[in-house]
């Protein structure tokens, strides 16, 4: 979020506290005041309103791949292959 910042007026935010407010304001946990100043300072900042997206996107990718199941025998090849490799590093 390198782009310049709103005007910081008494109910403006600045860039830092919309990336503190990113998680909440992309799981719809903020109060409505909070999600209109989010959305306000979004809709003005191109690079915050860039950042969200993509923290967004990410997000749904997570859960999205938390829901594939895995063969139990795939698995526990995964997992020696990668504590095997943990054990050599370490």
Sequence with gaps: MSGPTPAAGPQT???AQVAALVFDFSEGELTDD???????HLSLCADCAEFVRTYS?????????MEVQVDPELQAELDA?????????A
């Design 13 to 15: 935010l600045t860039c």
């Design 34 to 40: 909070q999600h209109a100043l989010v959305a306000e």
């Design 57 to 65: 996107a990410v997000g749904r990718l997570v859960r999205h791949a």
């Design 81 to 89: 292959a990668i504590f095997g490799a943990l054990a050599v590093t």
